[in-house]
């Protein structure tokens, strides 16, 4: 009785239709849920990708931290012993990244989104021209390998297409709801991506397709991956993976190289 009452209250709240045998949804790729709404769902996952994330990050690296929930949750995650430069367009990460004393804060102009705290727009944009950082950790609304990677909003993704012209490499955080997902806007190809950190399982479509493409995958309770042919080491939790396109490899103790 619960996923029916679960599905009766998507539907008088409008975000979903019953049909038989389930629901589908009435939202179109357009719709942003709210920003703390987007935060609680799959906070664990999010925060699992996000430490990961962190756990890249090189000592005196300038890096590029996307708005998004799970870039939020990356910043939380930073060592405040790690010295960074980071560019943000969101203000909740320059907040987050306050309380880090060795990470210095670049904060990009722009017009306030409201609601989000994030900022876009021409200034927001052109703060990335003339800039050239080490890596950008994306947030995305969609993984699909036909539309790429894409966002629900247009100003948000401008800002973010300008970002993928300031990085030599591009790191994707997406939890598996993201994966096969088209919003409204489409960002860029996936051939632009380095690494994608994801809980998604190894065993979409998504992810046999990207073997054409060079990329390799694994999943694995504790795995030492070498990332983008660099001594960077880093441990994998329980069903979170790394998927990148430079013939990184990845092992496990006791396993076979990947």
């Keep these: 009785m619960t996923i029916r009452r679960d599905l009766e209250l998507l539907e008088v709240e409008g975000l ?16 942003e849920p709210p920003i703390l709404q987007r935060g609680a769902f ?10 990961i994330a962190a756990g890249l990050l090189h000592p005196d690296e300038t890096v590029i931290l996307d708005v998004g929930t799970t870039t939020l949750e990356m910043a939380k995650a930073i060592s405040p012993d790690l010295s960074l430069s980071v560019i943000t367009s969101s203000l909740l990460i320059a907040s987050e990244l306050d309380r880090k004393p060795k990470v210095r804060t670049i904060v ?4 306030l989104r409201s609601g989000e705290m994030s900022l876009v727009g021409s200034r927001a944009e052109a703060s990335y021209r003339d800039l050239n950082c080490d890596t950008l950790f994306l947030g995305v609304a969609g993984v699909d390998i036909d539309k790429g990677l894409s966002e629900y909003n247009m100003d948000d993704a401008m ?8 990085a030599r490499r591009v790191v994707v955080l997406a939890d598996a709801s993201k994966i096969g997902h ?15 950190v994801t809980d998604a399982s190894p065993d979409g479509t998504l992810f046999a397709t990207s073997k054409t493409m060079g990329w390799r995958s694994c999943t694995s309770s504790r795995i030492r991956k070498r990332v983008l042919r660099e001594s960077i080491q880093y441990n994998l939790p329980d069903r979170v993976q790394a998927t990148d396109r430079d013939g990184a490899r990845a092992t496990a103790p006791g396993d076979p190289a990947v």
């Design 42 to 51: 799959r906070s664990d996952a999010k925060k699992r990708i996000g430490a």
């Design 108 to 111: 990009t102009g722009g017009v």
């Design 159 to 166: 800002v973010k297409q300008s970002a993928l012209s300031a």
């Design 182 to 196: 088209v919003a409204f806007v489409s960002v860029a190809a996936l051939n632009v991506v380095d690494l994608l």
């Design 16 to 31: 979903a239709r019953r049909i038989r045998g389930g629901a589908i949804s009435t939202q179109g790729r357009s719709y």
